[in-house]
């Protein structure tokens, strides 16, 4: 343990210190591909990318009334999720006997794109545990370090078993940490220590999915998205996916998967189901009961309804969550034969959580649909021009629409046309554009990167730090380049809307939505205001450029989202006694500094400055 904690401070340190090339520990690979890749001009084209047989599948569309709940009731749940700050929805697809019968995607993210489902996918990998043992393959009672071919250290450690790890309750020490502090976790979850007897207590840590992934891999021969490929994906229809490795080609199983939100609800369907998709059993029917049966009683400001095997119970008899940080969740409602898919920017971390809470408002207590509905023309008009409108928040492609337009009357799959501003607003854009065009600023300080901190630590993409912001009006459109290490990042940002550029970040490509505004601060400089969306994210990116013309400098100062408060609460949770009242407290006594603090001043919500280049 002690090692994986010393490798936390280095990095805190690093960070803090601004330190941004080569520090971390863990081998860095780039491993996602581009997700236009899947968007490439026809159909047998895109089909080959995933190589398998069957083709991508879509879910029947219907009203909600035809299916027993009324358009209004969904439309009110779909105002109050959106008007909720601190949600920050992404996308929703909700689901009544197999049917989506509301779905949103708000500006700029736009429906069909995967996104990063963090702990959601733990799940799913519950779910291969569950095929191995239906295939005579594993059993729960099998002892993690014998499948593992690794002798357990710890006399307590011989006694772990694969159950132990479903229900988070190993009590082992290498716990998320273990992604810093070195390319080797199965040794690192090995060599750690344990707390109590397994078992006994449940302690949520994401390296337990991680070595399921590992069993998984051992007991087959194949990674888990190879061993999930015939049994899951394909049978499925889903064909938009990818699963990041960890440095020695493990699936990550605990986070790293990219899933879009419809198909995401597909798998809460399979639960719904039974485990039978289109007369094929691909999930034993009591693997599921057992899996979301109570296994372990968990922490209130986790979840107040218990821990099955990967997956946590709901508030509604026999309902169960697939539940991922920052509001990825896909939430099971059997006796209502429903299905809720969220994919969202929060800054919370576990399933008792505000967006969770506005689903329970509607979908549980005494909430109870009908088999059928009347129709109400008017009430469904309502309800898809509330879609409408949470699309057409911005997102519009910068050479138009790519994809099909959607059944709902929108602009299309990847967004739809720029707000409108009036006419003095938009001939003062027009100057402001024109009188930043060429400017290149060289920064004084480059610790700070394009990306988030949360985004470079989940996918060990640490940034080599921004060098140089330059401005450029050409053709009518307005571009910011970031110089970040030696690579430059062009940026198009849309005014009324958001402009999408793929941007690789050290050879990894992402999908951002850049929005821009300007404005005057309180001494009447000219400042330009910068919203960046990471697409296939739950993170953005703020930036605010205070231009100072007298000096010939700029001011920026950069925010993120989910920020500060998540890394004070989220650091707290991670960190090991030893180290929380060790190294954090010897930094607050002897320096007189508070550590979380200090970390969201330097690398959340800094203040960096540059120059005017002469050229």
Known sequence: MLKEQLAVAEVLKNLIRGNTKEFSRVTFTPQKPSFLLFEGPGEEGREALLPGEGKEQRLPRKTPESQGISSRHLAAFLSELAE?????????????????????SVAPYAAGIWHASYSMCKTITGMAIGMLVSEGKLSLDDKVFSLLDKKAILTGKKHLTVEHLLTMSSGVTFNETGMVSGDDWVSGYVQAGIKGTPGKQFEYNSMNTYILSAIVTKVTGETLMEYLRPRLWEPLGIKKVFWESCPKGINKGGWGLFINT?????????VLQKGNW????????????????????TPEYMGPYGYGYQ????????SCTFNGMLGQNVAVYPD?????ATNAGSDELFQNCELLDVVRKYFEGDFCPQEFLPESPGDYRGLL???????????LWKNGNLGQKGRRGGRGRWGCRPIKRKGLQFIEEERMKCMLDGRIYRLDQRHVGLSPLIFQVFHNNYTDGVRTLAFYYERKHFYVAVEEGEILKRLEVGFGHAAVTEVAFHGEPYLLGVTGSFAKDEDGRLVLKLDLAFLEEAVRRRLKCCFLEKEGRIEL????????RLITEGLGALLHESLKNGFMDMIREKAGVDLPALLVDRTIHPIVTGTLCDS
């Not at 289109?278 to 009683?297: C, D, F, I, S, V």
């Not at 509330?386 to 997102?395: D, F, N, S, V």
């Not at 100062?557 to 500060?564: I, K, L």
């Open 311 to 318: 997956v946590w119970l709901g508030g509604r008899a026999g």
């Open 385 to 395: 021009e509330l879609e409408r409108r949470l699309a057409e928040g911005g997102g």
């Open 557 to 564: 100062h950069w925010d993120e989202t989910p920020g500060g």
């Open 278 to 297: 289109q007369g094929r059993q691909l999930l034993p029917e009591k693997w599921l009961e057992e899996a979301a049966a109570k296994h372990m009683e």
């Open 262 to 270: 419809e198909d995401a609800a597909k798998l809460g369907q399979l």
């Open 336 to 340: 209502l034969d429903m299905v809720i």
């Open 84 to 104: 909720n700050q601190r949600t920050d929805l992404h996308h929703i697809v909700a689901l009544r006997h197999g049917a989506v019968i509301a779905e949103a």
